[in-house]
Structures are given as structure tokens and as C-alpha cells.
């Protein structure tokens, strides 16, 4: 199983939005709507941002959003902030046996 | 609150073996489907192995299929995986993870696996 694609690096300035893309298949992304985000501080352990597509968790600002569209999902952070700043993974599960494939990261830097 | 706490970690010879834990707290650890994924320095997340409720299930990713071994006790709360021939590869930061409906919604803070001569 390929790792879902992500670009790997994005960014943008203070209150402004930054849209990270996830592609992957009609086997993984196109057949699930179960895709998830994690943003990632140096030297930290990932924190869940979205899940199911566009859900946050209880705690996790509005300013997080997500959506699919077809076999690419997307992840926007709108109002940037300077905890903003850190890398994103998406996810999606891809079938029982492969519960869980990774995209390969995106470096959010709020110039 | 939800506690992961792995430990095991350390450095090992290739075609070593380690086996890494996770201690849970905070939740009915015994109602959660339970993964590893790691992360070599510097690099990406990798989904490594994922374990029912039960431990009746597992499944592995390819590149450690019939190396590693997921399982729990789930009188003791603790999550376990077994790596055997290690590779240089295989180095990386390993993180316990709770599943929740599909969504990874609770990580440890990682155990260091470093495998070199």
C-alpha cells in the first residue's frame, strides 16, 4: 500500500488560510469516508485534528476544517496562527486489512 | 485521563529482537481496538500493526509481516509488540495508539527502537 500523497510544504502569513491536499485512490480516499488529520509539534507526539472527512474533536478549533472530493481530500486552516505552525498528516482507511495508510506529510510554516 | 506509556525501546543488533509495551490508563482499555505506528527520524508516520478489542484479530503492514508480533493483556492494560529479525529500517520511534471508530484519537509519546551495529 502507497503512502497518500501530500505536498511538503505549504504556507501562508497570520489570519490568512492554508489548504493542504491528501490524493490518494479509489481504493483508500474514494472509498471511505473515513479520513483523518494529525498535526504534528517538533518533538511531539501527533494530535488528531479532523476525522471522518470534516469532524473535529471536542477542543480542536473551528478554524480547522476538512472535505473530500473524490480520491483527494483537503485539509484547511483558516486564520493562521503561530501554533499553527507544524507538519500534517492525513490518513484514511483503506480496507480490514490495511486499517490504516498515512499520507507523507505536510510542513505548515506561518511566515 | 487517557495514558499511553510505552517503554522497551533501546538499541539492538540487526537480527535482534526487542519487545516494546504500552501501559493504558484513563479508559476501558479492553473496549479499544489498539494500533503501532512509528516514525524514523526525520521522516513520515507509518502504520506498523493493529489489534481487536480481543486480541482475536491482527493485521500487519508488509514490511514487518512475519517479524512482528502484536498482541495485549488486557488484565494488565498493556499493549505489547514483539519485533524479531530487526533491520536498520526498522529504526524509529514507535507510538502506542487507541483507535476510536476508525480515527487515531489518543498516541503515546513513543518508544525509540535505534537497530546498528
Known amino acids: 500500500q502507497s503512502a497518500l500523497t501530500q505536498p511538503p510544504s505549504a504556507s501562508g502569513s497570520p489570519g490568512q488560510s492554508v489548504t493542504i491536499s491528501c490524493t490518494g485512490t479509489s481504493s483508500d480516499v474514494g472509498a471511505y469516508n473515513h479520513v483523518s488529520w494529525y498535526q504534528q509539534h517538533p518533538g511531539k507526539a501527533p494530535k488528531l485534528v479532523i476525522y471522518d472527512v470534516s469532524k473535529r474533536p471536542s477542543g480542536v478549533p473551528d478554524r480547522f476544517s476538512g472535505s473530500k472530493s473524490g480520491n483527494t481530500a483537503s485539509l484547511t486552516v483558516s486564520g493562521l496562527q503561530a501554533e499553527d505552525e507544524a507538519d500534517y498528516y492525513c490518513s484514511s482507511y483503506a480496507g480490514s486489512n490495511i486499517p490504516c495508510v498515512f499520507g507523507t506529510g505536510t510542513k505548515v510554516t506561518v511566515l | 485521563e487517557v495514558q499511553l506509556v510505552e517503554s522497551g525501546g533501546g538499541l539492538v543488533q540487526p537480527g535482534g529482537s526487542l519487545r516494546l509495551s504500552c501501559a493504558a490508563s484513563g479508559f476501558t482499555f479492553s473496549n479499544y481496538w489498539m494500533h503501532w505506528v512509528r516514525q524514523a527520524p526525520g521522516k513520515g508516520l507509518v502504520w506498523v500493526s493493529r489489534?481487536?478489542?480481543?486480541?482475536?484479530?491482527?493485521v500487519y503492514a508488509d514490511s514487518v509481516k512475519g517479524r512482528f508480533t502484536i498482541s495485549r493483556d488486557n488484565a494488565k492494560n498493556t499493549l505489547y509488540l514483539q519485533m524479531n529479525s530487526l533491520r536498520a529500517e526498522d529504526t524509529a520511534l514507535y507510538y502506542c495508539?487507541?483507535?476510536?471508530?476508525?480515527?487515531?484519537?489518543?498516541w503515546g509519546q513513543g518508544t525509540l527502537v535505534t537497530v546498528s551495529s
Open positions: 495508539v487507541r483507535d476510536l471508530d476508525w480515527k487515531m484519537d489518543s
Open positions: 489489534i481487536k478489542t480481543d486480541g482475536s484479530t491482527k
